[in-house]
């Protein structure tokens, strides 16, 4: 086991957890945001620098700070170590650059985007971004793609975050899709024209932070605020059979698998329950879902518990609130 100290709290961990899980485990508003990071995902992580965060003291043994933020979903902890990300200016700062960095190319199209409201990106922006952004130069575009009758791609929205590419690589026998070409021509695509239909291959719509995968049965039908998630299983002979169902009034729009606190799935479902399975009949009911991520899906979710770092205004009350009760999280409230 490991002892680290994180954001001033102390925390043991078993050797050879990264970071990110050391401070999931403290939990609250000290975690990192993960834009690529997926638990589930094997391999997943280190692409998008939005975990970054400061290595103070690097072990017990060797106590010297690392020259570099670090991505916190990659880098192992050591005994004795001391990590920054809320205390530490030279993240906060440097997260808004990343924000604004992945926002260079990716539409500002939240109005008539079906991922809004329930965005990583979105939500990434809001909590840790600035108003404005200095990139003036044309966005990168792409031609629209037909992936298949069940995935809609739209890559312009794409942050290449790979883990839709682990999802097909891990969960189905036969990934047909993949990061194409390098550098600012990367994008997702099949090889000649393939399209994506693999038992699992929905779960891409689920892992995908942004728009760039969206679910073709349910595109443009409701916004997702406007609909009712409901825990609901079946008895599946290929996967759990355990997902949420979304309802507008008394029809099911569209069928997900339960997500965690982190917006990630909790166990991958099929494509018969997810594509096949929208009537009330083909599922016993198990309750409302409660939503953990801070979402607009949860009515006044952002006023009630505010997950927003420490120093952030909430947004219908509009002033700032402080949850931590460490004195340098006060200091640094006041200061913001
Ligand atoms: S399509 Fe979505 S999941 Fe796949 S790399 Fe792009 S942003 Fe990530
Ligand atoms: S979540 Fe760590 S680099 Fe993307």
């Given at each position: ?108 199209d939240c109005p008539i985007c079906?991922?809004a ?220």
């Open positions: 086991m490991a002892t680290i100290t994180f954001d001033g709290i102390e925390v043991e961990v078993p050797d050879n957890s990264t970071i990110l899980q050391a401070a999931r485990k403290i939990g609250g508003s000290v975690v990192p945001p993960a834009m690529c990071y997926y638990e589930p995902l094997k391999g997943s992580g280190g692409k998008c620098r939005a975990c970054l965060v400061k290595v103070t003291a690097g072990s017990a043994k060797d106590p010297r700070p690392m020259p570099k933020l670090v991505a916190s979903c990659i880098t192992p902890v050591q005994d004795g170590m001391i990590v920054e990300n809320t205390l530490n200016e030279e993240v906060l700062k440097t997260r808004k650059g990343i924000v604004e960095f992945l926002l260079i190319n990716h539409p500002l079906d991922q409201g329930e965005c990583d990106l979105q939500n990434f922006a809001f909590e840790h971004g600035t108003v404005a952004q200095r990139y003036e130069e044309e966005r990168r575009t792409y031609d629209m793609v037909d992936i298949g009758p069940y995935i809609k791609l739209h890559m312009n929205r794409c942050i290449l975050c790979y883990r839709c590419v682990y999802t097909a690589d891990q969960l189905t026998n036969k990934r047909v899709h993949g990061v194409l070409n390098r550098g600012d021509h990367s994008e997702i695509g099949t090889y000649i024209a393939n399209s994506i239909d693999n038992d699992f291959s929905g779960n891409v719509i689920d892992v995908c932070p942004v728009g760039a995968l969206t679910d073709k049965t349910f595109r443009f039908k409701n916004r997702v605020w406007f609909t009712k998630p409901v825990d609901a299983h079946r008895d599946c002979p290929t996967c759990s059979g355990k997902v949420v169902l979304w309802y507008r009034g008394a029809d099911v729009l569209r069928v997900t698998a339960r997500k965690n606190a982190y917006n990630e799935v909790e166990e991958f479902i099929c494509n018969t329950c997810r594509f096949d399975k929208k009537a009330t009949s083909d599922w016993v009911i198990d309750g409302p879902r409660k939503i953990d991520q801070a979402s607009v899906i949860s009515q006044n979710q952002y006023a009630q518990n505010t997950v927003i770092p420490a120093f952030t205004k909430t947004v219908t009350e509009g002033y700032t609130e402080v949850n931590d009760t460490l004195p340098e999280h006060k200091q640094l409230a006041a200061k913001n």
